[in-house]
Each structure stands twice: as C-alpha cells, then as structure tokens.
Nanobody, 124 residues
C-alpha cells in the first residue's frame, strides 16, 4: 500500500508558475513510477506525464510538454510537478498516482494508488 498527499495547489494568474508536490509513504520502495493527472469540470481525467523512480526517466503528454516538468526526490519519496506558463485551460484538480508493478516480466500486474487531489486555478 502507498499513501500519497499532494500539496502546492492554488490560484495563479495566466503566465505564472506553480509547483505541486506529491509525498509518498508506505511501501515506497516498491513504486515503479509516479504520474500526474488532472481533471477539469465536466471533462475526463487527463494524464500529464510520468516519472520512473529507478532512473528518473520522464514522459509527457503533448498538451503540457515544454511547459510542465516532473521530477522526484528519492530521499524523501516525493514527486514534483513544475508548471510554467500556465493558461486558464490548465484549471483543474491535479492528482498524483503511484504504480507498483508485480508479477513476472511476461505477465506483470499493476496496482495504482491515488492522492486526494489539489485544486489549481489559473485566472486570465
């Protein structure tokens, strides 16, 4: 089991920046990767990017690539989402998730754990 707590949300003007944090506790040594997601009112949850805990490899959705950066601090089991050049359409509840992979290489099984979410509001 992994418990996640997000922080750092708030209100910012368009063009501004915010950094979200996601602190993990519990079975953190088993986390394979962590991801950031968001959900705007009336829309489906959108994946923003992931970071692999072993080597720090990241991958981003096209909608945020170049503006958002995911990083991690392995010592504190914390993932970060640095958001720059924010736009009103970035307004959403932002969630982090942690994935534990078990099973064999040919038949893996994933368990995903979610944080409670943090509100980000970008005003024009």
């Amino acid at each position: 089991q992994v418990h996640l707590v997000e922080s750092g949300g708030g209100s910012v003007q368009a063009g501004g920046s915010l950094r979200l944090s996601c602190a993990a506790s519990g079975d953190t040594a088993s986390i394979d990767h962590m991801g950031w997601y968001r959900q705007a009112p009336g829309k489906e949850r959108e994946g923003l990017g992931v970071i692999y805990m072993f080597n720090g490899y990241t991958n981003y959705a096209a909608s945020v690539s170049g503006r958002f950066t995911i990083s991690r601090d392995s010592a504190t089991n914390t993932a970060y989402l640095q958001m720059n050049s924010l736009k009103p359409e970035d307004t959403a509840v932002y969630y982090c998730a942690a994935v534990i992979v078990t099973g064999s290489f040919t038949s893996p099984s994933e368990s995903k754990f979610w944080g409670q979410g943090t509100q980000v509001t970008v005003t024009s």
